[in-house]
């Protein structure tokens, strides 16, 4: 047991000495409540400010430029933060380690104190669908990528997929869960993103069967879905 664990043992059996045991049913259920409290707190905490989490993905150059007090996030990304906390009434996040100037975690307690808890999970709400609405607008949609381009990269992607999955399935199988590995995570409506996997399962087999091709598509639809939902 660590030390940590052993101090955390010594002040929870401390809490508990010389209670009835109705008294440290209580204070467990207490503990349990609050320990519930904080969580969602930080969860929501999480949600209003993420920029101020960004520390946890730097790579080494922008931990160093963090440490010299600079924000390494892109200018967009710091503007549109800063113009959500300076609507809050709070100051703009300078990029190091913590809330800043403004003392947000504190914020949010006092506002979920106040009776105002539906108001932040809402905010939290249209953050999280404006940020969803401009990600999906920056990122190219299948659609508006030439049918040669696209071609092109499924090929490329299929070279390196192929080469690192020999022996585990069949051809035909390795081939179509490839493709409908490329389209994956892809931005497309279910649609457009099986069309484009049959398109480029016809350019690739131009001699098998409809019918052939659309059961291979569900063979691959069935094997990714089973691989994230388990």
Known sequence: MNRAKEEERLRHAEARE??????????????????????????????????????????????KRRARGENPMSQDYIDRTSGRRQALGLAPYSGGYGGGESDTQGWVRRMVHDGRQDELLALADRYAEEDERRRREETPTLEGIPPEKLGAEVDAYLLDWKGSRLGQWSKEETEVLGIYGFFLGKNASEKVFESLVLRELRRLNPAEEEDTLRGRMGFAKSYWIEAYCG
């Open 18 to 63: 010389g209670l009835t045991a109705e008294q440290v049913a209580d204070l467990d259920r207490h503990e349990v409540e609050e320990t519930a409290s904080k969580a969602r707190l930080a969860g929501l905490h999480a949600r209003l400010f993420p920029e101020e989490y960004g520390f946890y993905y730097d790579d080494s150059v922008d931990a």
